[in-house]
Each structure stands twice: as structure tokens, then as C-alpha cells.
T-cell receptor, first 114, second 114 residues
């Protein structure tokens, strides 16, 4: 089955600087890669996603890049703000019956230092 | 908050007892999921259901059981066979199980075995 590795497990960034979180996946058939943000005591929420036919996607201060050959994808947050402090999870899933379920990474705790 | 609810928020159980966690959604979603969240381990899939009266095991199904008798409801029973049940349990739903459909999460139930 799919295996998703996520790094780093913790990340501290000065407010205004950029943050990058990286994930690798094992199943070359995976073609959907969402990122979820979980604030303290709250439920995970989707913040951005990318499909394998696209190399990069941007939404205001957040962007995701995908390298299918290397089987890795990354989340980039620019101009970080205190409200960006949270745990971020990457995930991957395929399109075929049996591998359509999401496999999550272990999470990155991002702390923005004022 | 997405129309998916879980109850109770906190649950305490004695060793050897079965306990059932509730998950209800009013989003008219076909697919529903149960995840377990432990510190440093991300979200791990316990069971999922693509449609009423059907469900499949996830990655860590041992010691758990589910039912899907109604579209809106997907209760999870933690049985006495689950060796380490203390964890945070998250329910999610999506319009279908086809990859690319956002999963919406409930607020979670924190189960503690005394």
C-alpha cells in the first residue's frame, strides 16, 4: 500500500518568513495530494490540493508543488502570520479501486514566532 | 462547520468494555470514514464506507467494528479486543470516495480507557 513520509516534524519560523514542508510518497499510481491544516483543538481542514497532471498550484500565500518523477510534493507558505501556527498534514491517494483512500503523513507542527 | 457531528466529545471507558462513537452528517455525502489520531502518527484509517450498507477495512481495523445502515450515520464501536484504544477519533465524509473529493472532518471524540 501507499506510504507517505513528511518532514520536518516540527518547524519554527519568524513571522514574515517562508515555511516549507515536504512529503514523499511510494505508490507511483497516486494522483491526488491534499494538504490539511489542524489548529489546536480543532478539526483538520483542507487548505490546498493538487492533482498529478499539474506541477504547481497557488492560492494567495500558500502553494503546493509536485514532482511526479521523484514522488515528492511540498507545501510553501509565504509571508507567514501567527494564524499559520498549526499542524499540517499531507496526504496521497490513487484513482483505482482499492487505492482511492487517503494515506496521511505524520504531520508537521508549524510555529510562527512573532 | 461542515454539517458533520461527533458525540460525545470526551468518553471514558473501563478496560474490557465496548464503546460506540457516534458520527452523523447532513451533507448528503455517500462516503464516510473513521480515523484514529495519535501524537506523532498522523491520521490512520480504521474503516470507510463508500455507500450505505457497505464498508471496508482500513489500515488499522483490528479491534473495531462499524455499521452503515443509514446514509447519515456511521457509528464506530471500539471493542475490548482493541489493545490500545486511548486516542482521538475523527470521523469524515466526502461526496463520494473518488479521489479529489474533499473530506470534511467532524470535531472528534477523545476516548480514554481507565
Amino acid at each position: 500500500g501507499e506510504n507517505v513520509e513528511q518532514h520536518p516534524s516540527t518547524l519554527s519560523v519568524q513571522e514574515g518568513d517562508s515555511a516549507v514542508i515536504k512529503c514523499t510518497y511510494s505508490d507511483s499510481a497516486s494522483n491526488y495530494f491534499p494538504w490539511y491544516k489542524q489548529e489546536l483543538g480543532k478539526r483538520p481542514q483542507l487548505i490546498i490540493d493538487i492533482r498529478s497532471n499539474v506541477g504547481e498550484k497557488k492560492d494567495q500565500r500558500i502553494a503546493v508543488t509536485l514532482n511526479k518523477t521523484a514522488k515528492h510534493f511540498s507545501l510553501h507558505i509565504t509571508e507567514t502570520q501567527p494564524e499559520d501556527s498549526a499542524v499540517y498534514f499531507c496526504a496521497a491517494s490513487g484513482a483505482n479501486f482499492g487505492n482511492e483512500k487517503l494515506t496521511f503523513g505524520t504531520g508537521t507542527r508549524l510555529t510562527i514566532i512573532p | 462547520d461542515g454539517g458533520i457531528t461527533q458525540s460525545p466529545k470526551y468518553l471514558f471507558r473501563k478496560e474490557g468494555q465496548n464503546v460506540t462513537l457516534s458520527c452523523e452528517q447532513n451533507l448528503n455525502h455517500d462516503a464516510m470514514y473513521w480515523y484514529r489520531q495519535d501524537p506523532g502518527q498522523g491520521l490512520r484509517l480504521i474503516y470507510y464506507s463508500q455507500i450505505v450498507n457497505d464498508f471496508q477495512k482500513g489500515d488499522i481495523a483490528e479491534g473495531y467494528s462499524v455499521s452503515r445502515e443509514k446514509k447519515e450515520s456511521f457509528p464506530l464501536t471500539v471493542t475490548s479486543a482493541q489493545k490500545n484504544p486511548t486516542a482521538f477519533y475523527l470521523c469524515a465524509s466526502s461526496i463520494s470516495s473518488v479521489p479529489g473529493n474533499e473530506q470534511f472532518f467532524g470535531p472528534g471524540t477523545r476516548l480514554t480507557v481507565l
